[in-house]
Every structure is written in structure tokens, then in C-alpha cells.
């Protein structure tokens, strides 16, 4: 059921143009493209979440980006924020392989599901508010189909832990790397440091934080199982 349920909220996402100035970005890209990926056909278009439709982990990030998801069709995919996703999520057993490099390239999530708050790549990363509101519902049915198995929550980013926490109507929780707030709906909710280039190359985010955040999520799931 939720498996048909994702199917169709994902049929909506990618016929979505609710957002003119994203809608036109991310088909700017397609054409102009990057000097590495200039023979390659992008996506360019609105990408939905992926994984298991009985995840017990939900991974909320930012948007797609613009050479990563926007070219390959998958978010976190064929960039550096991919990598360290691709390689953390197999390293804790959710991921059948360490690299997420395009959409057909068999990388299966076991127990997880990945999404993001806004479903387009934005101009230099940035959403205005009316996009993440406009995107916000497509989040919102996603958190709603997967929630009879979620059991930890992975907002990556303060963007995405506001969205999830404003979603759910949860007040006064405060964004920080390795925040843990355990919630009424026995679920958990994890706040981490988004892993951009921007983090991982300046040391505000290590591989061992970033491996800790992950490690912490499936000791929960385990104990609860």
C-alpha cells in the first residue's frame, strides 16, 4: 500500500510547477550544463524521495543539486553531499552499496527513505518561502505515508529541521548537530549538520559526527525492533 502511495505522490512531483523561478532554473541547467557533464542528459525536473516504503529511518534534506539530482534524476546522487549520504547509509546497514552515483545504478536502501524539503534545485541553494510552502505538502503526504514504520526522523540542516518541525506542529526545539528529541508519536527526531562541501571541507562536520548521527538512528531502531 504505502509502496503505491509513494508511487503515485511521486508521479505529482515530477508534473509539478508550482514555483515558475524553480521550474525555469532547473531546465536553465539541463542546457547549459557543466563542462565535466556536458555530453550527459539531465533530469531537470522536480525529483522525488526514494527508498523503502516501510523505512524505519526518513532522511529530510535540503533540495536536489543542481549538477547532482537535478543531472542524475535521484537526489543525493552524482555529488559530494551523495557521497558521504551513499557511504554513511551503507557503512550502518541501510544501503546495498557505498556509492549513489546515478538513478539506475543499484543502489537500494533497505529500512530508509531520503527526500528533500523543496523538490527542485534552487538558485545558488537558496528556496524562497513560497517554494518551501509550496513544496511542503508533497513533504508533508510523504511524512504522513511513511509513518506507521518511521522510527527516527534525520533532518539534515536547519532548513529541514525547521520544515519537519513546523509540519508536526513541534514548538520550541532548537536546531543543533546531534540534537535528539525523543516525540509523542514514539518516533525520534535527529537534527544534523547537512554534509555540503561547505561543512565537510571546513572540518564543521567530520566523517566520525557525521557517522555518529547515523550510528545513534539505527541503535534506536534496533532497541525498538
Given amino acids: 500500500m504505502e509502496s503505491l502511495m509513494l508511487d503515485k505522490l511521486n508521479e505529482k512531483v515530477i508534473e509539478c510547477k508550482l514555483c515558475p523561478r524553480l ?24 525529483i522525488p524521495g526514494y527508498g523503502d516504503p516501510k523505512a524505519s529511518l526518513l532522511i529530510i ?7 547532482g539530482g537535478n543531472r542524475t534524476g535521484r537526489i543525493f546522487t552524482g555529488d559530494s553531499s551523495g557521497d558521504w549520504l551513499a557511504k ?10 557505498s556509492t549513489s552515483i ?27 518561502p513560497s517554494e518551501i510552502l509550496n513544496c511542503s505538502q ?49 518516533k525520534t527526531l535527529i537534527s544534523s549538520y547537512h554534509p555540503s562541501r561547505r561543512n565537510t571541507n571546513t572540518g564543521k562536520l567530520t566523517w566520525e559526527m557525521w557517522l555518529d548521527i547515523f550510528k545513534i538512528a539505527k541503535s534506536i531502531i534496533t532497541s525498538i525492533n
Fill in 88 to 97: 554513511v547509509l551503507f557503512e550502518t546497514g541501510f544501503a546495498n552499496k
Fill in 23 to 46: 521550474s525555469e532554473y532547473i531546465k536553465f541547467i539541463g542546457q547549459i550544463k557543466v563542462k565535466r557533464f556536458i555530453n550527459e542528459n539531465y533530469w531537470a525536473k522536480p
Fill in 102 to 128: 546515478s538513478k539506475n545504478d543499484g543502489y537500494i536502501l533497505t529500512g530508509a527513505h531520503v527526500t528533500a524539503v523543496v523538490k527542485c534545485a534552487p538558485p545558488k541553494n537558496i528556496p524562497l
Fill in 138 to 186: 508533497y513533504l508533508q503526504e510523504e511524512i504522513k505515508i511513511l509513518e506507521n514504520t518511521t522510527k527516527v526522523v534525520i533532518t539534515l540542516g536547519k532548513l529541514a529541521f525547521d520544515t519537519y518541525c513546523k509540519i508536526n506542529n513541534l514548538t520550541k526545539l532548537v536546531f543543533g548537530h546531534k540534537k535528539i528529541y525523543p516525540l509523542e508519536c514514539e
Fill in 61 to 67: 534534506g535540503l533540495a536536489p543539486a543542481a549538477h
